[in-house]
């Protein structure tokens, strides 16, 4: 029996990823920041370990605790919409700290096994915002374009070792709520300075009138093949707006 570790599962993709591996038969090791009581099913094939992945020291307490594992799935995320000059500096190497540097520690803490096995798949969930041009998404965009870059050189280095390395591109999703917890709940246009309030209306309006939109069940669902694909495929958009941003591009 395989087993995955999956980061960020408190909520959203993280949450609904774990559930549809255990639902496969998958061992789950379901990591998050802070482990709360009922957030997951009790199993004996899915275990909660707290895991924070800008501490070394935490990502190194939950690999021992971990064991062995099969797959590695990068989805812990903090979320960033606003223009970018009202984003302040500290904001900007938070959103790094864990959606970048925090995929690359995780992903460099479990290679070790995966390279002595000579077997192992690293999925790193980035973004859609990575294949169009998409306003109040500057800060955000660059964590996840260079997971993205980090992801297609790690592949090619890892070949030779019978490891993949992929990425999930998920779209735009209604009920993970990425908007109101990138602002605290506070409507955008309460939150940019005045000189870029019209735009902003018009972003927002613009993307809440699209047609398509992601499911986190579409996420799910995509990470699980990614793990199980074996045509060498990179890049896995995931829901019917990244597919369709996928195939425009």
């Given at each position: 029996?395989?087993t995955?570790?999956?980061t960020?599962t408190s909520s959203?993709?993280?949450?609904?990823?774990?559930?549809h591996f255990?639902?496969?038969?998958?061992?789950?090791?379901?990591?998050?920041?802070?482990?709360?009581a009922?957030v997951l099913?009790?199993?004996d094939?899915l275990?909660?370990?707290e895991?924070?992945?800008?501490?070394?020291?935490?990502?190194a307490a939950a690999l021992?605790a971990a064991?062995?594992?099969?797959?590695l799935?990068?989805?812990?995320?903090?979320p960033?919409?606003s223009?970018?000059?009202?984003v302040?500096?500290?904001?900007?190497?938070?959103?790094?700290?864990?959606?970048?540097?925090g995929?690359?520690?995780?992903?460099?803490?479990?290679?070790?096994q995966?390279?002595?096995?000579?077997s192992g798949?690293?999925?790193?969930?980035?973004?859609?915002?990575?294949?169009?041009?998409?306003p109040l998404?500057?800060?955000?965009?660059?964590?996840?374009m260079?997971?993205?870059?980090?992801?297609?050189s790690?592949?090619?280095e890892?070949?030779?070792?019978?490891?993949q390395?992929?990425?999930v591109?998920?779209?735009?999703?209604?009920t993970?709520?990425?908007?109101?917890?990138?602002?605290n709940?506070v409507?955008?246009?309460?939150l940019?300075s005045?000189?870029?309030?019209?735009?902003?209306?018009k972003a927002?309006?613009?993307f809440?009138?699209?047609?398509?939109?992601?499911?986190?069940?579409?996420?799910?669902?995509?990470?699980w093949?990614?793990?199980?694909?074996?045509?060498g495929?990179l890049?896995?958009?995931?829901?019917?707006d990244?597919?369709?941003?996928?195939?425009?591009?």
């Open positions: 029996m395989k995955v570790l999956i960020g959203g993709y993280g949450r609904e990823t774990a559930l255990h639902s496969q038969g998958w061992n789950v090791i379901a990591t998050m920041r802070t482990p709360r009922g099913p009790e199993s094939r275990r909660v370990i895991l924070d992945v800008t501490s070394p020291e935490s990502i021992e064991g062995s594992v099969d797959a799935v990068n989805n812990a995320g903090v960033s919409i223009v970018f000059e009202d302040p500096m500290a904001r900007v190497r938070d959103v790094f700290e864990t959606n970048t540097f995929a690359m520690a995780m992903t460099q803490a479990v290679l070790p995966f390279r002595e096995r000579g798949v690293v999925v790193n969930v980035t973004s859609s915002v990575v294949l169009g041009h998409m998404s500057a800060v955000y965009k660059a964590s996840k260079a997971v993205e870059g980090f992801t297609a790690l592949a090619l890892l070949a030779p070792f019978g490891v390395a992929k990425t591109q998920p779209g735009a999703c209604l993970t709520n990425f908007a109101g917890k990138a602002t709940g409507p955008m246009q309460e940019v005045a000189p870029y309030a019209p735009f902003v209306e927002m309006g613009d809440m009138g699209q047609d398509l939109f992601t499911t986190e069940s579409d996420v799910a669902e995509t990470v093949r990614a793990v199980h694909d074996t045509t495929q890049r896995f958009p995931a829901g019917p990244a597919v369709r941003l996928a195939q425009a591009k």
